[in-house]
């Protein structure tokens, strides 16, 4: 156990739908990260938060969004869904920065139909 | 374009065949090299951090190694418990500032 916690597990939705994932980060671990994994692309990052500002950005789509709240908690929220967005979505926790390990959650399933 | 590939996409093994996996990469100015563990539809658990050319880890029967353009992961005498996808990912402190995985290697451990 990463110490990571992601809910839900599992999603289905349908195409055009908005869904929003949750995660805690490990306790003291300031930055968040959120990873895209589908079969034919591998991990994918999309967007880190650092004590809730933005730090960086990846191949995230302008159709999702993140935060990250003042308990440290983020959300991803995922728009317009599409097919191909059905993956396995992944956040990530660490001390400070990307320089430092990242300890991975569980992961939520988003099947879209 | 800043690459990691891993090789091979595929190990089958018997147990106790001691084997290499791969990691290659092209990023300059390497920030750091980690190798993590997947098991089928949970989540990558960390294994190992490297941080310059020379360095060694190891953990039980893994241990990863360091060059200036690859890294290895060694499994001694495998048990089929280590049957598993094995990721690479490296931080280059590029303008993402974040990691680079590799589609890693699926190990198959045969008893």
């Known amino acids: 156990d990463s110490g990571v916690t992601q809910t839900p597990k599992h999603l289905i939705t349908a195409t055009g739908q908005r869904v929003t994932l949750r995660c805690s980060p490990r306790?003291?671990?300031?930055?968040v990260y959120w990873y895209q994994q589908s079969l034919d692309q591998g991990l994918q990052f999309l967007i880190q938060?650092?004590?809730?500002?933005?730090?960086a950005k990846g191949n995230i789509l302008e159709r999702f969004s993140a935060q990250q709240f003042p308990d440290l908690h983020s959300e991803l929220n995922l728009s317009s869904l599409e097919l191909g967005d059905s993956a396995l979505y992944f956040c990530?926790?660490?001390?400070?920065?990307?320089?430092?390990?990242?300890?991975f959650g569980p992961g939520t399933r988003l099947t879209v139909l | 374009e800043d690459q990691v590939t891993q090789s091979p996409e595929a190990l089958r093994l018997q147990e106790g065949e001691s084997s290499s996996l791969n990691c290659s990469y092209t990023?300059?100015?390497?920030?750091?090299l980690f190798w993590y563990r997947q098991d089928p539809g949970k989540g990558p658990e960390f294994l190992f951090t490297?941080?310059?050319a020379g360095e060694e880890k190891e953990k039980e029967r893994l241990k990863a190694t360091l060059t200036k353009k690859e890294s290895f992961l060694h499994i001694t005498a495998p048990k089929p418990e280590d049957s598993a996808t094995y990721l690479c990912?490296?931080?280059?402190?590029?303008?993402?500032?974040?990691?680079?995985f590799g589609k890693g290697t699926k190990l198959s451990v045969k008893p």
């Open positions: 990530a926790s660490s001390i400070v920065s990307s320089y430092n390990e990242q300890f």
């Open positions: 306790s003291g671990d300031l930055s």
């Open positions: 938060y650092y004590n809730g500002e933005e730090r």
């Open positions: 990023v300059s100015g390497l920030r750091g």
């Open positions: 490297l941080y310059s």
């Open positions: 990912a490296v931080n280059y402190g590029g303008s993402q500032g974040n990691l680079i």
